[in-house]
């Protein structure tokens, strides 16, 4: 008895929260996809039945773009970095604006890099652009010479 009750309730909190009938809440609950479902349902306000949330499911898992292109970093086609030669998350020197854009994302960042400052003595970054690099003034030199 405590099943059927447990289920009759998780039934009612489906119907409640998502505003779907007692058919589409039964294939929600026994869905394996029941998490990625209800956040579609929950999310967006054209998603209202079961059969709408998995066309849109299967849609993304089906979207070339969300296919994974490196399994160290995670980063799909979607997210290709076109500025470097490997295009994904693993190159951490790149400056491009995708990794830029994915380290405001997920936080990443490092607390020393600036991306205005001589890499080597770091003229012009700290919030001083005018700060002069003399790093290449001897390859200038010799070049002139």
Do not use: F
């Not at 980063?75 to 290709?80: F, I």
Request: glycine fraction near 10%; charged fraction near 30%.
């Amino acid at each position: 008895m405590p099943k059927d009750h447990a289920r009759k309730k998780a039934l009612a909190t489906v119907k409640e929260l998502y505003g779907v009938k007692h058919a589409d809440a039964i294939a929600l609950l026994e869905s394996d996809d029941c998490e990625d479902l209800c956040d579609l349902l929950d999310t967006y306000s054209d998603v209202n039945t079961y059969r709408d949330a998995v066309a849109v499911l299967k849609a993304r898992r089906e979207d070339p773009a969300n296919q994974i292109m490196c399994r160290d970093c995670g980063w799909t086609y979607g997210m290709v970095c076109p500025e470097c030669a490997k295009g994904c998350g693993c190159e951490y020197g790149c400056t491009g604006w995708r990794h830029e854009e994915m380290r405001a994302a997920t936080g990443d960042y490092d607390d020393d890099y600036d991306p205005n400052a001589c890499p080597e003595c770091g003229a012009g970054g700290g919030g001083d652009p005018y700060g002069e690099c003399c790093c290449y003034e001897d390859d200038d030199q010799e070049a002139a010479a």
